[in-house]
């Protein structure tokens, strides 16, 4: 078999799929392949072939396939988005691995075993790491798993007795928390946890008894470095005008209800208490996060309702509204 096309719809190359097909040189993976096994291409015509070896490592298009099995460090070249399932497994001579910006996804059983391994730094880009990708990884110390880590699959660094994990996404995905298995991440029981307060690192740690240092209140990952209203979030929330709409969310492309404008200005004001005023709207609810506001407000002047007896809540805030509001808040100065 000198070449093989897959078709599009193809989502898993099985264990030891191409194993032992010497003579084949050339493959199309499609995009659709979401995994690719234990051994599926060795001693392939592929494997055998020097060219396709990069930094100790084989690659195939986007993935890392295989490491060369008595290398000391390996480098994974610029572009290689997934590493494949047991692609470096039983490596014990593997001190250390550098990974791309590019790597999106380790596949399970990816490093297991390999017992030297001391330094490994995760890219931003990465999202997914499968079961058991650690697991063995002994000599491993501490590990931080970037935000934008979504899911972290069952085992990933069971027997690693000397580890401890710092986990920056607040909302990630540890696979097995949901349904109490104590082997989640695997950790030794005196392993330490790191996260942000409320996050899920925290509720794991505290579920299976194990030392949680907290990293404070987490930050929005939805505020990418850079954005022109990045400093300005950061202010909100240090003067404690905002507090996102949910843990670690900001949610900075959707738009502003009236009461949650009203209610930033009150706590850009310094949330002063508001007197007791007659309120007209009939269509606020008692107890809510705005009712406090809203009472400042018309005590103030600053909104007098949509129609007499209407806040409007819910509503949008143009931008008509909101600088209205501020011009109001600043006591109405006449423009120059």
């Known amino acids: ?3 093989a096309t897959l ?8 264990s030891s799929a191409f194993r032992d097909c010497t003579k084949l040189t050339s493959i199309q993976i499609p995009a659709s392949v979401q995994r690719i096994e234990f051994d599926a291409f060795l001693n392939t015509g592929i494997y055998n072939q020097e060219s396709n070896w990069s930094g100790n490592v084989l690659h195939l298009g986007p993935w890392a396939i295989a490491g060369k099995p008595d290398a000391a460090e390996i480098k994974i070249k610029d572009g290689t988005k997934y590493i494949a399932d047991n692609a470096f497994d039983g490596m014990k001579s593997l001190v250390r691995v550098e990974l791309p910006e590019t790597l999106t996804a380790i596949g399970r059983c990816a ?8 330094t490994l730094d995760f890219p931003n880009s990465l999202t997914t790491i499968g079961s058991y990708a650690f697991s063995g990884c002994t000599a ?21 007795e ?3 994990v710092t986990i920056l996404n607040p909302t990630c995905r540890i696979i097995g928390v949901e349904y109490h298995l104590p082997m989640t991440l695997g950790v030794h029981e005196k392993a330490v946890i790191r996260g942000y307060d409320g996050s899920t690192a925290q509720e794991y740690a505290e579920h299976f008894h194990q030392s949680f240092v907290s990293l404070g209140q987490a930050p929005f990952t939805d505020v990418p470095i850079g954005a022109y209203y990045e400093e300005a979030v950061s202010w909100a929330v240090e003067n404690e005008i905002t507090n996102g709409t949910a843990l670690g969310r900001f949610s900075p492309n959707n738009t502003c209800t009236r009461a949650q404008v009203v209610t930033f200005l009150h706590r850009a004001m310094g949330a002063p208490a508001a007197e ?3 309120i007209p709207f009939t269509d606020l609810k008692a107890g809510a996060f705005y009712e406090n506001a809203v009472a400042w407000a ?4 600053i909104t007098s309702g949509v129609t007499e007896t209407s806040f409007g809540p819910e509503g949008t805030c143009t931008r008509g ?16």
């Open 321 to 336: 509204q909101v600088v209205t509001f501020l011009w109001r808040v600043s006591g109405c100065p006449e423009p120059a």
């Open 140 to 160: 491993l110390e501490e590990i931080t798993i970037p935000a934008s880590v979504t899911l972290i699959e069952s085992n990933v660094f069971s027997n690693c």
């Open 162 to 164: 000397n580890l401890d």
């Open 111 to 118: 490093f297991g075993g390999d017992q030297s391994l001391v």
């Open 1 to 3: 078999l000198p070449s």
């Open 298 to 301: 018309v005590k103030n002047r």
């Open 276 to 278: 007791q005023a007659r």
């Open 7 to 14: 078709p599009p719809n193809v989502k898993t190359i099985m």
